[in-house]
């Protein structure tokens, strides 16, 4: 099946510690995103990249680090100088259509 | 810059209640707009868009109109189910910007 993915769906982590979280696609899309979500605060970008070896940063960079070495992966590390990391994180590729994005299931991180 | 408003949740209503999110957004130039569904636990899913003024976005049976003089984007839908309970956002996309920005979603639920 086409679509997106994002391992894994839960993890905790102790602080001072870096965390990799994963995003894969295989629905051929140049764009990926990388969003945060907190309750009450809508989703804010942290990162997006639009072609390989190429990538931005978004509102919430800091703490924040990705990498876009093959188009069907866009991993976002969580590092250890984000000063508030437990939160949803959702991965998303754009599509044909001109800024319809579609979106992973999303990795719910804790930290301990 | 760009910035969506949209109504405060929690919603809650009855089954076959008409549903009303309001959503008025900022943007400097002609912004295309969204309405997406976050389902408990999973990613975000597209509901429906519009790109130009007077447009109508539908989908499953909610619609929202893209009102240039109001700027608002407005979702509704004539009759609910409890499969409608979910976060409902709303989004713009500006013309030449790469990122989506979001409302801070409103919480719906639905009884039966």
């Known amino acids: 099946d086409g679509g997106i993915t994002q391992s894994p769906k839960y993890l905790f982590r102790k602080e001072g510690q870096n965390v990799t979280l994963s995003c894969e696609q295989n629905l051929n899309h140049d764009a990926m995103y990388w969003y945060r979500q907190d309750p009450g605060q809508g989703l804010r970008l942290i990162y997006y990249?639009?072609?390989?070896?190429?990538?931005q940063k978004g509102d919430i960079a800091e703490g924040y680090s990705v990498s876009r070495e093959k188009k069907e992966s866009f991993p976002l590390t969580v590092t250890s100088a984000q000063k508030n990391p437990t939160a949803f994180y959702l991965c998303a590729t754009e599509g044909l259509a001109y800024n319809e994005q579609f979106f992973g299931p999303g990795t719910r991180l804790t930290v301990l | 810059g760009n910035s969506v408003t949209q109504m405060e949740g929690p919603v809650t209503l009855s089954e076959e209640a008409f549903l009303t999110i309001n959503c008025t957004y900022t943007a400097t130039g002609y912004p295309s707009l969204f309405w997406y569904v976050q389902y408990p636990g999973e990613g975000l899913q597209l509901l429906l868009k519009?790109?130009?003024?007077?447009d109508k976005g539908s989908n499953k049976g909610f619609e929202a109109t893209y009102r240039k003089e109001t700027t608002s984007f407005h979702l509704e839908k004539g009759s609910v189910q409890v499969s409608d309970s979910a976060v409902y956002f709303c989004a713009l996309s500006d013309r030449g910007d790469y990122k989506l920005s979001f409302g801070a979603g409103t919480t719906v639920t639905v009884r039966a």
């Open positions: 990249s639009q072609i390989v070896n190429d990538f």
């Open positions: 519009a790109t130009k003024a007077d």
